[in-house]
């Protein structure tokens, strides 16, 4: 009986043991997964604020393109001034939108094609007019189905700071969700932004799940939601909060987070799987419940499952240690290429302390301890920025991040560089702030280039006699000042353009101004091209000018614009006019005839045409000046010049070489004996007795004449055998012409 009692108090501390290892199994079980669970919902939090970052400094860039846009519209005294579209082109061209618009303070606006809207009952116009950057809720657009869009709203300030209107961006959710998905790194669950009413502003999904995507609160409506209340999640999103839930989707348990993404009640939410727990706590059970029936055995299995599952860990700490080591090594390497100064800023102590050890000229020339005001002081920013500099460190004490464009001067240049300032955050606690330098100087040169672009154009268009735009692919006109029209371009260029120009001019315009020169020269690098001539306009003929620009951002658009540059012109030509010519004579001067004759001499080579180069002096002209005096002397050489005006073509180059000599090309000759005829001609016409108070001289010519190309090509070689020739004739016979090879 004592050994049965004995017995059974064995069995009742063998039970009571058994229990307690399998309640222990069960509290161990429990706080495992309990373990897992919180790492998991940890690093779903800390990936949601990395997509969150993404998003916003999507957003910023979006916001900061629109006000560039805002910024350049500001210049003008109205938004309805129509060199505005020209700026709506080039932003449509360059940001991150579908197209950009322009409102008035009235909700009257309209895009770059002219097409006209109404936005005056919208709340994001009201938010805007109030000087403050408006996001609209996703709206369905009218006219394409199944389309849905988000409108930004910027402020334009007219110069007493007063919001005279403002610049609409709109985008297609679609093109954005491309974006905002093109920026995330490899993630393992979904990613929504969500606005105040529930719509999906951007969605993407990697994994499978029943979700519609019709409206958020529709859409978590029909899931079975386990630890949280759809009223509560949005109460959280109302007062932009923070906060998770869990709910299962198909039969699967998924765990998501939220966090306000800070553009009015946006949300981000990030879904995952609880996949990988369940895994691994299912392999991790099915070894120890085998064992559970025998006390030893489950002991000891339970010490090997549990230096097992540690060893486990250890390998993946090891595994993901040696991943952070990797993706330090290429952050740095990425850094290294990128040569961007990175530093950390102390808000306590107002410390500044560099990250990396890439020159770069604010932190350059400092000893000791490194603070804003240090730099300041240190002379590198100019003085028009230092404002900015100090408002950055002010608002990042109470802001998640700032940035602000500054102008830093070195001992050869000033540069334009860009600061940001991010803070890192724990328990709503700044324990880290970032910052980065980034040179952007040929981003504000760009910038500055286009708008001196605009200016430029905007002042030749309104001066000019007729302003056009045309389509380069299409090859046809878009407007003629201002009116819409759609005339083929070369058509418009024969029947309006080339009737009203000279005759001498046509060829040029013909050629210079055809859609195949100018794309061409566009083609070449060329961002405009000038052409000048004569156009006949009411019995009068006007210098005017036309000048052709090519849009680098958006080449198949061309402008022309003819502007009246008569009386600038013929300045000009009387400028030139009398630099090229003689003084005396009218006739082109010993180095203009020089430089004109080569410039022929070298087309007729290329075109194989036949030139006759003349060179003669007066006979007897020494005499005339002795007998009758220096003025009657001169005038008897402006008698020979108009001799020779009349004589020769305007397309043939003459020239007083000095004295009593002077030279003359004759070009494009359809035979070198028509030259005689015309020498013969010069000869007789010059032959003249001058006869003065009973005292005569006999002027006359000697002439010496070498043929192109028989007698050469050179100015130099037919010059010298012209004057060989010339001599000659005044040697053996006056007044009489000589060809060199008959010598």
Not at 1 to 19: N, P, R, T, Y
Not at 181 to 198: E, L, T, V
Not at 328 to 356: C, G, V, W
Not at 570 to 584: F, I, P, V
Request: hydrophobic share 35%.
């Amino acid at each position: 009986m004592h050994i049965i009692k004995k017995h059974k108090g064995v069995a009742v501390l063998f039970l009571i043991s058994i229990l307690g290892i399998i309640l222990s199994f069960f509290a161990y079980r429990s706080e495992i997964k309990n373990l897992e669970m919180r790492n998991f919902k940890k690093s779903l939090q800390e990936q949601t604020k990395l997509k969150l970052q993404t998003t916003k400094d999507y957003i910023s860039d979006m916001v900061y393109s629109l006000n560039t846009t805002a910024n350049l519209i500001q210049e003008y005294d109205s938004i309805y001034d129509p060199h505005i579209l020209e700026i709506l082109d080039i932003s449509n061209e360059v940001n991150m939108f579908s197209f950009t618009a322009v409102v008035d303070k009235n909700g009257k606006g309209y895009t770059q094609n002219g097409t006209s809207f109404d936005i005056s009952q919208e709340e994001y116009f009201h938010t805007a007019m109030n000087g403050i950057v408006a996001f609209s809720d996703v709206q369905s657009s009218d006219k394409l189905p199944d389309t849905y869009l988000q409108i930004f709203a910027c402020p334009i300030f007219s110069y007493n700071s007063q919001v005279q209107g403002m610049v609409l961006g709109v985008i297609d959710l679609d093109e954005f969700n491309e974006a905002i998905a093109f920026r995330y790194s490899k993630i393992n669950g979904n990613i929504y932004i969500i606005d105040s009413k529930g719509n999906y502003i951007s969605r993407f999904q990697v994994q499978d799940g029943s979700t519609r995507y019709v409206n958020f609160w529709e859409d978590l409506g029909s899931l079975q939601i386990i630890d949280q209340d759809i009223s509560n999640i949005k109460d959280d999103f109302k007062e932009r909060k923070s906060g998770e839930f869990s709910f299962y989707d198909n039969g699967h348990r998924r765990y998501g987070c939220y966090m306000p993404i800070g553009t009015r009640n946006w949300q981000l939410v990030y879904t995952a799987p609880d996949t990988a727990v369940d895994e691994a706590l299912t392999n991790f059970f099915r070894i120890d419940t085998k064992h559970t029936a025998f006390v030893s055995i489950c002991h000891l299995t339970w010490l090997l499952c549990v230096i097992w599952y540690f060893r486990k860990g250890t390998k993946e700490i090891k595994k993901a240690h040696q991943e952070v080591s990797e993706n330090i090594k290429i952050l740095h390497m990425a850094l290294e290429h990128s040569k961007q100064p990175i530093f950390e800023y102390d808000h306590k102590n107002r410390h500044l302390t560099l990250k990396t050890d890439f020159p770069n000229p604010l932190f350059d020339n400092q000893s000791g301890t490194i603070t804003p005001e240090s730099i300041i002081k240190n002379n590198v920013i100019v003085p028009a920025s230092i404002p900015d500099f100090i408002h950055l460190f002010r608002i990042i004490q109470t802001q998640p991040d700032a940035k602000t464009d500054i102008q830093i001067r070195t001992d050869t240049e000033t540069l334009w560089y860009r600061i940001s300032l991010n803070n890192i955050y724990k328990q709503e606690e700044i324990i880290h702030t970032v910052g980065f330098l980034e040179d952007i100087t040929e981003l504000k040169i760009m910038e500055q280039n286009t708008i001196d672009k605009l200016e430029l154009q905007n002042t030749l268009i309104a001066k000019a006699l007729v302003y056009i735009k045309a389509d380069i692919k299409t090859n046809r006109l878009l407007e003629i000042n201002g009116q819409e029209t759609h005339l083929p371009f070369d058509e418009f260029l024969k029947n309006k353009v080339l009737p009203n120009v000279h005759t001498e001019y046509k060829p040029i315009v013909s050629q210079e101004l055809s859609m195949q020169t100018l794309m061409t020269k566009f083609r070449e690098g060329t961002d405009s091209v000038e052409t000048q001539f004569i156009v006949t306009c009411k019995n009068q003929e006007k210098w005017v000018s036309c000048m052709a620009y090519c849009n680098a951002s958006n080449p198949s658009k061309l402008i022309l614009v003819i502007s009246d540059i008569d009386k600038k012109k013929r300045q000009e030509l009387a400028l030139q006019y009398q630099a090229e010519r003689d003084g005396l004579t009218g006739l082109y001067n010993a180095r203009t005839a020089r430089t004109k004759i080569e410039e022929a001499l070298d087309i007729g080579y290329h075109s194989k045409e036949k030139q006759v180069f003349i060179l003669f002096d007066l006979d007897n002209y020494k005499l005339i000046n002795d007998t009758f005096g220096h003025t009657f002397g001169d005038q008897v050489l402006m008698d020979v010049s108009e001799i020779v005006k009349k004589r020769f073509r305007s397309s043939d180059i003459i020239g007083r070489m000095g004295g009593d000599e002077f030279i003359i090309l004759l070009r494009n000759m359809r035979s070198y004996q028509y030259a005689d005829k015309l020498i013969c001609d010069l000869c007789e016409m010059i032959n003249k007795t001058y006869s003065i108070n009973g005292k005569e001289v006999t002027l006359s010519a000697s002439i010496g004449v070498t043929r192109v190309p028989i007698d050469g090509y050179t100015f130099k070689e037919l010059y010298e055998k012209s004057d060989i020739a010339l001599y000659y004739v005044k040697k053996h016979r006056k007044n009489n012409y000589k060809y060199f090879e008959e010598l």
